[in-house]
């Protein structure tokens, strides 16, 4: 079975640049999620949909940071204007429930100058 | 919320050694706890799981955990290492029914031939 796909793998911005990073999930998973992991530490959940529904997304930095996942399927992660400090490897994954196991993409690593 | 701690941040070990990686967790609850491994360029997998029933879980090539309630612990354990086992390793815990996954800081093992 296909795994979680991600785009770009590799992304080099400016600070006070945006950015947008795409996520195709394993087919028939409901739950899509998309973690935040900067260097030395582990990811960190920002956003989870249920479907096209938004589960939870207290962690994500909303004045600067948005999330869609249209039609249920894929999903694109936005950062507008990006911040120095949002470096980091940015991991989508997806799991068939909202419990259980998680499946990660190849992750998409961002760095801001 | 939970938190994770993972208590080595690395790990250097000659080939044939016994691996034995920490990981605490801070919850009074139920939970469902996951070791996950990330090999050089590749992305995150799961290396085992624990839900419920016997606390000693076996995994893939050769790992087991085994879930402590008393000490709140889900150590990682392999008696003979590989160079192959080279990777970082994530132990990551949500509370039973919720989808919100925590996840330790990580450990970089690193297997010497």
């Known amino acids: 079975e296909a795994g979680v796909a991600q785009s770009p793998r590799y992304k080099i911005i400016e600070k006070r640049q945006s950015v947008a990073f795409w996520c195709n999930p394993i087919s028939g998973h409901a739950t899509l999620y998309w973690y935040q992991q900067i260097l030395g530490q582990g990811p960190k959940l920002l956003i989870q949909?249920?479907?096209?529904?938004?589960?939870?997304d207290s962690q994500l930095p909303k004045d600067r940071f948005s999330a869609e996942r249209l039609k249920g399927v894929d999903s694109t992660l936005k950062i507008q204007p990006a911040k120095l400090e949002d470096s980091a490897v940015y991991l989508c994954?997806?799991?068939?429930?909202?419990?259980?196991?998680?499946?990660f993409g190849p992750g998409t690593r961002l760095t801001v100058t | 919320a939970q938190s994770v701690s993972q208590h080595n941040h690395h790990v250097i070990l000659s080939e044939a050694a016994s691996l034995e990686l920490g990981c605490n967790y801070s919850y009074g609850g139920t939970v469902n706890l996951f070791w996950y491994v990330q090999y050089p360029g590749q992305h995150l997998q799961l290396l085992l799981k624990?839900?419920?029933?016997?606390?000693l879980v076996k995994g893939i090539k050769g790992f087991e955990a085994e879930f402590i309630k008393s000490k709140f612990s889900f150590n990682l354990r392999k008696p003979s290492v590989q160079w192959s086992d080279t990777a970082e390793y994530f132990c990551a815990v949500n509370a039973r029914g919720d989808y919100k996954l925590s996840f330790g800081a990580g450990t970089t093992v690193t297997v010497r031939a």
């Open positions: 994954a997806s799991s068939l429930t909202g419990v259980g196991e998680q499946y």
């Open positions: 624990y839900f419920s029933g016997d606390p």
């Open positions: 949909f249920q479907n096209n529904g938004v589960v939870d």
